[in-house]
């Protein structure tokens, strides 16, 4: 099969187009052909050596966690999904190794879910590290319909997930970004507020006595989040482990197919949507991880794999 490699850390140069052998099935596994996979930060931080201290590395390695596919073939005793299935997955595993950027990945069942059929295979691609970053933090601080919850980098890959999943559970949200956004947040029902310098005045402008929740996707946020949140309020980061010291929660997304369907269920619901900036093709996937660093795509990036209708 083909796939997107890199033997060694480095910069999006070090990604090479190569043949691989085809991923064996396990008990318990789906072999998925690829459709489209997603990029995230993640990628090329794990690329650059970033997280060597986290995770094991054998290289070669195929980058990507997010997958639409359908399902080729499946181990030994799974009979949650048969061949022809749509389905999508993170797929982060144990150990870094296979990924996404392939024709073909196996992915143990636990982590699959149904493809919503109201997502193209693009967005679908682009739902699950990003929609269950969000999903399982807003779970963790049991944001409800009763709060008013505060969305740092609201227009992100997983802050315009996690405003629509807050804006689903019937909550009152306000999201943070730059004015060229805020038209963008207004779709989903946020009420937008440019972040920088005086962000905590004009979001006690919109909620005098402080908010109930504040979700950071961004990090280097905790001194806003302090000087917005009332008391007794719960706030958490997927990107600033400080907020810890500060009573607030630092998530790693976990892979959770059922999770994951939830979120699928809500897409098909018309409830969640998954804006994309751009499909790349699988040989320009080192582009499409360039333009991921940059910082200021609103939407996913999708790597096209497979093109068949």
């Known amino acids: ?12 140069d070090v990604l090479a187009l190569a043949d691989r052998p085809m991923p064996k099935v396990g008990p318990g596994e789906v072999l998925i052909r690829v459709r489209s996979a997603a990029v995230n930060p993640v990628d090329w931080k794990l690329m650059a050596g970033y997280l060597d201290e986290v995770m094991q590395a054998f290289f070669p390695v195929v980058p990507g966690w997010d997958v639409s596919g359908v399902v080729e073939s499946v181990g030994y005793d799974t009979p949650e999904f048969q061949p022809g299935d749509e389905v999508i997955s993170y797929a982060r595993k144990d150990f870094v190794h296979d990924g996404t950027f392939a024709e073909f990945i196996s992915v143990p069942v636990r982590a699959v879910a149904r493809r919503p059929a109201a997502l193209d295979w693009d967005q679908a ?3 699950p590290l ?27 890959g997983v802050g315009s997930l996690g405003a629509q999943l807050a804006r689903a559970r019937g909550a009152r949200v306000i999201g943070t970004a730059s004015e060229r956004n805020h038209e963008f947040l207004r779709s989903f029902g ?4 440019t972040y920088g310098e005086g962000l905590a005045e004009r979001v006690r402008a919109l909620a005098p006595e402080g908010v109930d929740v504040v979700a950071d996707f961004v990090g280097g946020v905790l001194e806003t989040t302090r000087a ?13 482990g400080s907020v810890e010291q500060a009573g607030g929660l630092v998530v790693w997304v976990r892979p959770n197919g059922a999770d994951l369907q ?41 790597i096209r794999v497979s093109r068949e209708d």
């Open 1 to 12: 099969m083909k796939a997107m490699i890199y033997e060694e850390y480095g910069g999006p």
């Open 125 to 127: 691609a682009g739902l």
């Open 130 to 156: 990003a929609g269950l970053t969000a999903y399982q933090l807003l779970n963790r601080l049991n944001a409800s319909a009763d709060d008013t919850v505060l969305i740092h980098g609201a227009a992100g």
């Open 190 to 193: 946020v009420e937008p507020v």
């Open 228 to 240: 917005v949140l009332r008391d007794g309020g719960r706030h958490g980061s997927i990107a600033d």
């Open 262 to 302: 939830v979120l699928a269920d809500l897409a098909d619901a018309g409830r969640l949507t998954v804006p994309v900036a751009q499909s790349f093709a699988l040989e320009d996937a080192a582009e499409a991880l360039r333009l991921n660093q940059t910082g200021h795509v609103r939407g996913k990036i999708a």
